[in-house]
C-alpha cells in the first residue's frame, strides 16, 4: 500500500496530544534519540550555533535543539504540522523559526548551519539523494549531521509494518505511514552520505528495548483504547541497542 504522508496534515494539530498516535514519534522515539545525540553533541565538543531539523513536524527535536542552546529552525512540508509547532515553541516561551518547505529544496544559502538533524523523514522522502545533496549543501565544512531511520530487513517489515500498521488488532492506525520499500539500509544511507560530501562517524541502533510479548501486549492495549499513545510509547521503550536491524541513528561530518 502507497505512503499515505497526508497523515501529518489530517492528524496534525494533535501531535503533542498522547491520544493523538503522531504522539509516539515523540513520546516513543525523541528520548532514546536525545540521549544518543547529546552524547554525540558531547563527544565532538559541539555546544552551539545554528541547527535546523529538516522534516520537523510538529517540533519534537527542535525544541530539543533550542533546549541545548541552538540557534534552531525547523521546516516541513505539511503547513498544519508547522502552525502547531510554532504555536507550542510560543506556549513555551522558546524562539524558533519554523518553515513551510521540503528536505528536496531547502530555502537556505550554502554553509548556513553548524547542524543538521533528520528524525524519522528519509523513509518518507522520494528522492533520498536529492535531500542529501541539499543537507550537505546548508551545512558548514565540519558541520555535524545527525539522523535515524528505518532499515529495510524482515524485523522491520515485521514490526514497523505488519504489527503496527497491517494487523487489525495491533495496529496503530488505520493508513500506511511507513512503505517498507522506502526503508533504508545502512550501506545504502553511507553511500549516499559519502556521495555528497557527509563522512559517516558511527551508527547504532534504535529500537524498542521491551520483549516480544510485551510489545505485542501493548499493541493490542492501545488498539483497544484501554491506554493511550503517551502510555503505549513508554510500554515499547525505545531506546538505543547493538542491531541496526530495525532502526538506526548516527552522525555524519561534512568534509571540507
Not at 502507497?2 to 497523515?7: Q, Y
Not at 512540508?77 to 519554523?98: D, F, K, W
Not at 532499515?151 to 514497523?160: D, K, P
Given at each position: 500500500?502507497?505512503?499515505?504522508?497526508?497523515?501529518?496534515?489530517?492528524?496534525?494539530?494533535?501531535?503533542?496530544?498522547?491520544?493523538?498516535?503522531?504522539?509516539?514519534?515523540?513520546?516513543?522515539?525523541?528520548?532514546?534519540?536525545?540521549?544518543?545525540?547529546?552524547?554525540?553533541l558531547a563527544r565532538r565538543g559541539v555546544d552551539g550555533g545554528r541547527a535546523l531539523d529538516i522534516g520537523c513536524g510538529a517540533g519534537f527535536i527542535?525544541?530539543?535543539?533550542?533546549?541545548?542552546?541552538?540557534?534552531?529552525?525547523?521546516?516541513?512540508?505539511?503547513?498544519?504540522?508547522?502552525?502547531?509547532?510554532?504555536?507550542?515553541?510560543?506556549?513555551?516561551?522558546?524562539?524558533?523559526?519554523?518553515?513551510?518547505?521540503?528536505?528536496?529544496?531547502?530555502?537556505?544559502?550554502?554553509?548556513?548551519?553548524?547542524?543538521?538533524?533528520?528524525?524519522?523523514?528519509?523513509?518518507?522522502?522520494?528522492?533520498?539523494?536529492?535531500?542529501?545533496?541539499?543537507?550537505?549543501?546548508?551545512?558548514?565544512?565540519?558541520?555535524?549531521?545527525?539522523?535515524?531511520?528505518?532499515?529495510?530487513?524482515?524485523?522491520?517489515?515485521?514490526?514497523?509494518?505488519?504489527?503496527?500498521?497491517?494487523?487489525?488488532?495491533?495496529?496503530?492506525?488505520?493508513?500506511?505511514?511507513?512503505e517498507w520499500s522506502m526503508f533504508i539500509t545502512p550501506a545504502e544511507l553511507e553511500a549516499t552520505l559519502d556521495g555528497h560530501g557527509l563522512e559517516?562517524?558511527?551508527?547504532?541502533?534504535?529500537?524498542?528495548?521491551?520483549?516480544?510479548?510485551?510489545?505485542?501486549?501493548?499493541?493490542?492495549?492501545?488498539?483497544?483504547?484501554?491506554?493511550?499513545?503517551?502510555?503505549?510509547?513508554?510500554?515499547?521503550?525505545?531506546?538505543?541497542?547493538?542491531?541496526?536491524?530495525?532502526?538506526?541513528?548516527?552522525?555524519?561530518?561534512r568534509r571540507g
Amino acid at each position: 500500500m502507497p505512503i499515505d504522508n497526508e497523515v501529518y496534515d489530517r492528524l496534525g494539530a494533535g501531535w503533542w496530544d498522547e491520544d493523538n498516535p503522531l504522539n509516539m514519534l515523540h513520546g516513543s522515539c525523541t528520548p532514546g534519540r536525545m540521549a544518543y545525540f547529546r552524547d554525540v553533541l558531547a563527544r565532538r565538543g559541539v555546544d552551539g550555533g545554528r541547527a535546523l531539523d529538516i522534516g520537523c513536524g510538529a517540533g519534537f527535536i527542535t525544541e530539543e535543539l533550542a533546549g541545548l542552546g541552538f540557534t534552531a529552525t525547523g521546516i516541513d512540508p505539511s503547513s498544519v504540522a508547522i502552525e502547531t509547532a510554532r504555536v507550542h515553541a510560543m506556549q513555551g516561551g522558546l524562539a524558533i523559526e519554523y518553515i513551510v518547505g521540503a528536505g528536496e529544496e531547502l530555502p537556505f544559502p550554502d554553509a548556513a548551519f553548524d547542524l543538521v538533524t533528520c528524525c524519522d523523514v528519509l523513509e518518507h522522502v522520494r528522492d533520498l539523494d536529492r535531500v542529501i545533496a541539499e543537507t550537505a549543501r546548508v551545512l558548514r565544512p565540519g558541520g555535524l549531521y545527525l539522523f535515524d531511520t528505518i532499515n529495510r530487513t524482515r524485523r522491520s517489515r515485521l514490526l514497523a509494518i505488519r504489527a503496527m500498521q497491517e494487523w487489525r488488532l495491533t495496529r496503530i492506525v488505520d493508513t500506511s505511514i511507513h512503505e517498507w520499500s522506502m526503508f533504508i539500509t545502512p550501506a545504502e544511507l553511507e553511500a549516499t552520505l559519502d556521495g555528497h560530501g557527509l563522512e559517516l562517524g558511527e551508527m547504532a541502533g534504535l529500537a524498542p528495548r521491551a520483549p516480544w510479548p510485551t510489545i505485542v501486549g501493548a499493541l493490542r492495549a492501545g488498539r483497544r483504547g484501554r491506554i493511550g499513545y503517551g502510555e503505549l510509547s513508554r510500554r515499547l521503550d525505545f531506546g538505543r541497542v547493538e542491531s541496526l536491524a530495525l532502526s538506526y541513528m548516527g552522525f555524519a561530518v561534512r568534509r571540507g
